[in-house]
T-cell receptor, first 114, second 114 residues
Framework: NAGVTQTPKFRVLKTGQSMTLLCAQD?????MYWYRQDPGMGLRLIHYSVGEGTTAKGEVPDGYNVSRLKKQNFLLGLESAAPSQTSVYFCASITPAEGWGEQFFGPGTRLTVL | AQKVTQAQTEISVVEKEDVTLDCVYE???????LFWYKQPPSGELVFLIR??????QNEISGRYSWNFQKSTSSFNFTITASQVVDSAVYFC???????????FGSGTKLNVKP
């Protein structure tokens, strides 16, 4: 099993450009999450999904959109990138009934917005 | 509202010293889960332990031990006889009963010097 994978690993954008980050998991997990990690601030939840076709806002959703058309994929979109969105983005997944909430994380995507 | 506080931003110790990382949480829910994750310099997030609010039993795993005290809303992590490989950022996290959202502390960077 590959676990949780994220594409791409690195990306540099110019202000105003758009992009989509892909998270894929092969563990048949129900819940998926997108976080951003900034220095000194830990991980902050952007959006999450509790099942295929459902999404919800987390702590810092502004400027981001998400979609979960397939159970195994969770996409994070930036429609018009801003320098404040420079961060490391992590995706995670769980099945609540198993493992009591232990999150499986992807390796992260380092995004720089110039 | 939920909140996790890791007041220690950075700790430096010499190898073989014991070190305790503090975590204080806030929640009004009676059912919740607490977690510790390790983020080594390579950047991935590694799950260490999970505790639910009904189980205040302390846990020891090798050189690691965890002290969960509901009376002080704390879930502290102790490394005994620290090693250079323990150098990492450690995050404490909280989720309430449905695992829809996770709340992370800002992390404690541990430097273990030889």
């Amino acid at each position: 099993n590959a676990g949780v994978t994220q594409t791409p690993k690195f990306r540099v954008l110019k202000t105003g450009q758009s992009m989509t980050l892909l998270c894929a998991q092969d563990m048949n997990h129900e819940y998926m999450y997108w976080y951003r990690q900034d220095p000194g601030m830990g991980l902050r939840l952007i959006h999450y999904s509790v099942g295929e076709g459902t999404t919800a806002k987390g702590e810092v959703p502004d400027g981001y959109n998400v979609s979960r058309l397939k159970k195994q994929n969770f996409l994070l979109g930036l429609e018009s990138a801003a320098p404040s969105q420079t961060s490391v983005y992590f995706c995670a997944s769980i099945t609540p009934a198993e493992g009591w909430g232990e999150q499986f994380f992807g390796p992260g995507t380092r995004l720089t917005v110039l | 509202a939920q909140k996790v506080t890791q007041a220690q931003t950075e700790i430096s110790v010499v190898e073989k010293e014991d070190v305790t990382l503090d975590c204080v949480y806030e929640t009004r829910d009676t059912t919740y889960y607490l977690f510790w994750y390790k983020q080594p310099p390579s950047g991935e997030l590694v799950f260490l332990i999970r505790r639910n609010s009904f189980d205040e039993q302390n846990e020891i795993s090798g050189r690691y031990s965890w002290n969960f005290q509901k009376s002080t809303s704390s879930f502290n992590f102790t490394i005994t006889a620290s090693q250079v490989v323990d150098s990492a950022v450690y995050f404490c996290a909280l989720s309430v009963y449905n695992f829809n959202k996770f709340y992370f502390g800002s992390g404690t960077k541990l430097n273990v010097k030889p």
